[in-house]
């Protein structure tokens, strides 16, 4: 079964390397955003999916780095790669301390308290807070980054960046996955009375999983500047956060698989059914429903643990 | 001072239309435990479908009165149909599912009937006629209200006490309530748990409707994608007056008016968005069951 | 080095089929880039049918240069992420030029890919920032912010003497920049602006935020935003009993405006480029009255016709150069278009891509709900 899965990432990697020279320019920035949204996708399933609290605001921390970089490269002339540090750092602590103070809230009210947060996120943004934001403009001219004074500006380098950022946080999540904090968050979402109970610190943990999935989400913002040389509230806004949040749950929360299947049906779909623009959306939200109805835990739901197939057999 | 009453006056009346619209969402909630995120868009589909009542019985009736009576009903009723259609459709076969697979149902039921109404009636905003509400108003010590003001206070008023006499009094009220603190318990009572959701089902789309045609007859100008801004204020009133409990969403509603009135009145209009929202965060950090949700134990 | 290599193949064969597919296709491509859904979609969907209908004008005279012009349509939304994601497509559809798109906002976020690609683009954006960076490729049907500001400014201090002044936008780009353009004018004219605040548009309450206004006496409050806030705002200002003037910014002049402000809508000012239907153009008279035909409504707003014109102008170019080099018909535009008769008034263009020329005036809304004019140059 490893095997099995082993190959089909194998397919999964070389379609993604081979793609942006069969793709036109526009389905070549498609994918290039779907890499980049599937990153922020699986940053968002650690907090909703394996920690099990409902964050329907992470549209915040994409949008902290995507604006660090903005900011930075554009009113310092920070060369781009410079400025990832920072745009890990900041949606790292800002994940943490806007957690802190709800962690401990029951579902529905931490998906509120996340919504007001990234309502009042974009309304700083559009207000120009500390005159740098842009205001609703947002930020235009963001440079390209660069290598050893070889400027990657092409479609395709940007792509590869992506690629990169992809490949990073899915090893990121498979180290997370088989390690002690990927068990204990697991505990924690199956029953956090039992898990604390266990000795399990769940605040900590809930806090972990909140800073580290800003952080990912914060650096998938620079590599978001970098492809539209722009950013402006709109991309960071609660509606946004509304996508990953429903991406998550829609390809099946905790699989990794899922999320992927998830980013390219709620994303990359919609981008194939332009021609339908008026109607897109109707029938979209038609396939919300039944794929809920029909596969409540998603597209492709994750599977716990390695129990042999033999186990659950006569 | 006449400023500071006028800002009052404002903001009672945008909260009752919040507090019409937040018993919806709080209702469902207490039996359902779900965020029916397509109740705003069900708001402003009732704005649509009483515009095209109204300019069909124009036609017809002359006595603008009669006019407006017969629009809140027969809106009410198919809306309340259209809530049940919606209850069955979307969010019934998900029962059982886990928690969130239904919200995400509400939110594609969100989609449809935006997305819906931008088909049916297109992009452009609709507008409500102004022969047949009147434009009355009333100037007392330099305080402003208009007739249509005065109506939707007194109409708010008057439902919400209505809906209150019947949750508390009536032994459908008490199997209401009964549900919602426990199904289960509730079932083993003898209670068609099933049937009492249809009927929150029905009270929260009606009231829901009667919301929506306010803002139809008082602002005028409707758009397809008004339910968002909407059913998010109207969401927020029900979570700080304690989700799930009724005068809460009353309360909450007539308070999220006023204060936003009195934030854009006297700090400032680009911040009242933000801040409303941040008085939100407040209160759940410091008292995440609202101001009149009961302090459960916290549920691990 | 293997990928390199088929990479050039690719990319080879591309180009291939693309040039192929140019020389024997006989048709000349034409992108729309707009708001098709969303929150601006009628504006964008009026842009897209209007060209449509010109295209088709054109195809049954045989089309230009004996080619068949085909559109190609493309929604952006109105946010500038998906206007970049456009830009490319049509790029990649093989446009010569684009129209669109509807907001400053998304016209700019693609502006920069049409210069890579050589495509012409022209926009009714009325941003400033548009024409800064000097692309060739780009050029602007409408008269820029700065222009229409200065005319309120004049028109507040010198013809109306207005004294205690109050300006509102709302958060878009377009809004807030004319809004703190018009007010930085006024004030160069030595005006006193006594409140400058925001809406959130779409809100349709508006009586906190005039509420607080009154207690300022303004006499005049000054909106730069959209019609479906201008006719709410100009509403709810009677009924708190405002007697301040209402002065809208372009965006206001629709015909929904009096529909929204109802009896309220008396006694409105709105300051925008000459309306079609009064202005003596027979270029005008003609195409509204075949949008009326083709598409039963009117477009949606003079954004619609300025577009229209961008349009009018590169095809007529295209005429004239006899040709489809993008550079070619951009050195014409730039240099030999003069006075060309356009729906919203003469058009030509400088360098750097502004449309030469504007021709602002002030309207009032009388008892009878029609336009007159009150101000002008």
Same mark, same amino acid.
């Given at each position: ?6 190959? *089909? ?5 070389? &379609? ?58 554009? &009113? ?20 943490? *301390? ?6 401990? *809230? ?95 610190? /769940? ?27 722009? $950013? ?8 946004? %956060?509304?996508? #990953? ?8 929360? %905790? ?9 390219? #049906?709620?994303? &990359? ?41 033999? !186990?659950?057999?006569? | ?41 069900? $708001? ?7 515009? $095209? ?21 027969? /809106? ?89 006499? !019947? ?42 409707? +009667?919301?929506? *045609? ?87 | ?5 088929? !990479?050039?193949? @690719? ?10 597919? =140019? ?13 098709? /859904? ?112 200065? !005319? ?117 000012? @709105? ?36 577009? +229209? ?20 018909? =951009? ?26 020329? %504007? ?14 004019? &009150?101000?002008?140059?």
């Amino acid at each position: 079964m490893d095997n099995k899965k082993n190959i *089909l990432y194998g397919v999964f990697f070389l &379609v993604l390397i081979i793609l942006p020279f069969i793709l036109n320019s526009r389905w070549e920035s498609v994918a290039t955003t779907f890499l980049i949204y599937s990153t922020v996708a699986l940053s968002q399933d650690i907090v909703l999916g394996r920690a099990g609290m409902f964050d329907m605001g992470h549209a915040i921390f994409f949008g902290l780095g995507a604006y660090s970089t903005a900011i930075l490269n554009t &009113v310092y002339g920070v060369p781009i790669l410079l400025t990832i540090p920072v745009a890990i750092i900041l949606p790292l602590i800002a994940g943490i *301390l806007l957690s802190a103070p709800i962690v401990h *809230l029951r579902g529905d009210y931490l998906l509120v308290t996340t919504i007001g947060f990234n309502i009042v996120f974009t309304q700083a943004l559009k207000n120009n807070v500390f005159g740098f934001t842009g205001g609703p403009n947002g930020i235009f001219g963001i440079a390209s980054p660069s290598i050893f004074g070889y400027s990657l500006s092409s479609q395709t380098a940007v792509y590869f960046m992506a690629f990169i950022l992809l490949l990073i946080t899915l090893f990121v999540i498979r180290n997370l996955e088989t390690s002690k904090i990927g068990r204990a968050l697991h505990y924690i979402n199956e029953d956090s009375l039992a898990s604390e109970c266990a000795g399990i610190n /769940t605040r900590f943990y809930r806090l972990f999983s909140f800073g580290l999935s800003a952080a990912i989400a914060g650096l998938a913002g620079t590599v978001f500047a970098v492809q539209f040389s722009a $950013v402006s509230p709109e991309a960071f806004n609660f509606i946004q %956060s509304v996508l #990953f949040f429903t991406i998550v749950l829609v390809g099946g929360p %905790s699989s990794v698989e899922g999320v992927l299947l998830g980013t390219f #049906f709620m994303f &990359v779909l919609p981008e194939m059914f332009r021609q339908f623009a008026e109607a897109r959306y109707l029938i979209f939200g038609i396939a919300m429903i039944l794929i809920m109805i029909w596969r409540p835990k998603g597209i492709w739901p994750a599977k716990f643990g390695r129990i042999p197939k033999y !186990f659950f057999k006569d | 001072m006449e400023i500071f009453i006028q800002q009052l006056v404002n903001g009672l009346t945008i909260g009752s239309i919040y507090a019409l619209v937040a018993l919806g969402y709080t209702m469902v909630y207490g039996v359902l435990k779900l965020i029916n995120f397509a109740h705003g868009d069900l $708001v402003a589909f009732s704005a649509y479908v009483g515009l $095209v009542i109204m300019m069909q019985l124009a036609g017809v009736i002359s006595s603008s009165v009669v006019i407006i009576v017969l629009v809140f009903i027969f /809106t009410a009723i198919i809306i309340s149909a259209f809530g049940v259609l919606l209850e069955r459709l979307a969010y019934k076969p998900l029962r059982k599912a886990p928690r969130l697979s239904a919200v995400v149902s509400a939110l594609g039921a969100s989609l449809i009937i935006e997305n819906g109404i931008m088909l049916i009636w297109g992009p452009r905003p609709k507008i409500f006629p102004s022969n047949i509400v009147p434009n009355i108003n009333w100037n007392i010590g330099g305080v402003y209200i208009g007739l249509m003001q005065l109506l939707v206070l007194v109409i708010s008023f008057v439902l919400m006490f209505v809906l209150y006499f !019947f949750v508390n009094q009536t032994k459908l009220g008490a199997a209401m309530r009964a549900s919602a603190i426990d199904q289960d318990a509730a079932r083993l009572m003898g209670i068609n748990v099933d049937r009492i959701i249809m009927i929150t089902f029905i009270i929260g789309s009606a009231l829901g409707s +009667v919301g929506g *045609l306010f803002i139809g007859m008082y602002y005028r100008g409707i758009y397809f994608n008004m339910g968002w801004i909407y059913g998010l204020n109207a969401f927020v009133a029900a979570i700080i007056g304690g989700i799930g409990n009724i005068p809460g969403a009353m309360l909450g509603g007539m308070l999220l008016g006023i204060f936003n009135a009195l934030i854009s009145g006297y700090l400032s209009s680009s911040w009242a968005l933000a801040l409303t929202y941040v008085l939100l965060i407040v209160i759940m950090i410091f008292r995440p069951t609202g101001i009149l949700g009961e302090r459960v134990a916290e549920k691990v | 080095m293997l990928r390199k290599g088929l !990479f050039f193949i @690719l990319a080879f064969v591309a180009t291939l089929m693309f040039s192929m597919q =140019a020389m024997a296709g006989g048709v000349i491509k034409i992108g729309v880039q707009a708001p098709i /859904t969303g929150k601006f979609a009628s504006e964008g969907q009026s842009i897209d049918k209007a060209v449509r209908l010109i295209a088709k004008q054109y195809n049954k005279k045989g089309g230009i240069l004996g080619k068949t012009i085909k559109v190609y349509t493309c929604d952006d939304e109105g946010q500038a992420q998906k206007a970049a994601v456009c830009a490319r497509q049509l790029v990649d559809d093989g446009v010569i030029a684009v129209i669109g798109s509807y907001t400053s906002t998304c016209a700019e976020a693609a502006e920069s890919i049409y210069y890579k690609a050589g495509v012409l683009q022209t926009s009714d954006g009325t941003s400033d920032t548009l024409v800064k960076h000097g692309y060739w490729t780009f050029f602007r049907n409408s008269s820029p912010n700065s222009a229409e500001a200065a !005319f309120t400014a004049e028109f507040f201090i010198k013809k109306k003497h207005y004294k205690r002044i109050a300006a509102i936008s709302d958060y878009s780009t377009f809004s807030t920049d004319l809004t703190n353009a018009v007010v930085k004018d006024i004030k160069k004219l030595g005006g006193n602006i006594v409140y400058k605040g925001k809406i959130t548009s779409g809100a349709q309450n508006f009586t906190p935020i005039l509420t607080k206004i009154k207690s300022f006496h303004p006499d005049v409050i000054y909106f730069g935003g959209y019609y479906t806030d201008g006719g709410l705002i100009k509403a709810q200002m009677e009924q708190l009993g405002i007697k301040a003037d209402f002065v809208g910014g372009d965006s206001n002049d629709n015909p929904e405006f009096i529909k929204l402000a109802g009896k309220a809508a008396v006694g409105a000012y @709105l300051v925008n480029v000459p309306l079609p239907n009064m202005l003596p153009y027979d270029t005008a008279k003609k195409f509204l009255k075949a949008y009326q035909e083709a598409y039963n409504e009117s477009p949606a707003s003079i954004w619609t016709l300025f577009n +229209v014109d961008g349009l009018r102008a590169i095809l007529y170019s295209i005429e004239q150069t006899k040709s489809t080099n993008t550079k070619k018909i =951009a050195y014409y535009m730039h240099n030999k278009l003069k006075n060309f008769p356009g729906i919203t008034g003469p058009v030509e263009w400088a360098a750097n891509g502004e449309r030469v020329g %504007s021709a602002y005036m002030a309207y009032r809304i009388g008892s009878d709900l029609k336009y007159h004019i &009150v101000y002008r140059h």
